[in-house]
């Protein structure tokens, strides 16, 4: 597959089969995100990979219910990144954390995708059940949830996106 036919084969799955997905993929789906850059490579993140058929069921309950036929759920958590005092004193420094948490979401997302595998972004949730279901530390922040797993649907659907010239100007 090229990188035209993975960005058009991926979307965002809502309708799962419920077939279940190999610790050997979403093991080669992290390892490649694992490449995926972040600001002052700072790799702001850590995966929680959920297969365990009763704790997927737990993080279910806290995500819409589309879900509940995923094969496994990613739990993006927010580290805080690591800056060098030298740029901190040179610049005035933006926080990128969430920049980069999208950055290796699209990675998870297009990895997944090339090994047949559908995904869905997951904003919405309920984060206190899911860290408790899993036991991720109170401090800690859950950024982004991932449903991944196998669709029932063949083809992609069209894309709605905005028109060229309503998102970019050549100047
Ligand atoms: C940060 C983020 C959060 C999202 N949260 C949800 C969500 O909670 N539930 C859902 O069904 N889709 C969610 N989506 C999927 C978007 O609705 C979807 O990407 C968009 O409509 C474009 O459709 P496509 O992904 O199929 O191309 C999310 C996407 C992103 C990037």
Redesign the pocket.
């Known amino acids: 597959m090229n990188f035209s036919q993975l960005i058009n084969q ?5 309708n799962f089969s419920g077939k279940a997905v190999s610790k050997a993929d979403l093991e080669k789906i992290i390892a490649q995100a694992r490449l995926a850059p972040s600001a002052m490579n700072s790799q702001p993140w850590f995966f929680y990979v959920v297969v365990d058929n009763e704790k997927r069921q737990e993080v279910a309950k806290s ?2 219910k ?1 879900n509940e036929k995923a094969g496994a759920f990613i739990v993006i958590i927010e580290e805080k990144p690591s800056i060098p005092v030298k740029v901190i004193n040179n610049f005035k420094v933006q926080d990128y954390t969430k920049v980069d948490i ?1 950055i290796v ?1 699209s990675y998870i997302c297009l990895a997944a995708t090339e090994l047949g595998l559908g995904t ?6 309920h984060e206190e059940p899911i860290k408790k279901a899993l036991n991720i530390p109170k401090e800690k922040r859950i950024r ?2 991932i449903s991944v797993g196998y669709s029932v649907d063949k083809e ?2 069209p ?3 905005k028109k060229d010239t309503e998102i970019m100007k050549i100047i």
């Open positions: 991926r979307e965002s799955c809502r995500v819409q589309f999208g979401a869905c972004m997951l904003g919405l949730f982004l949830l992609p659907r894309k709605t996106r």
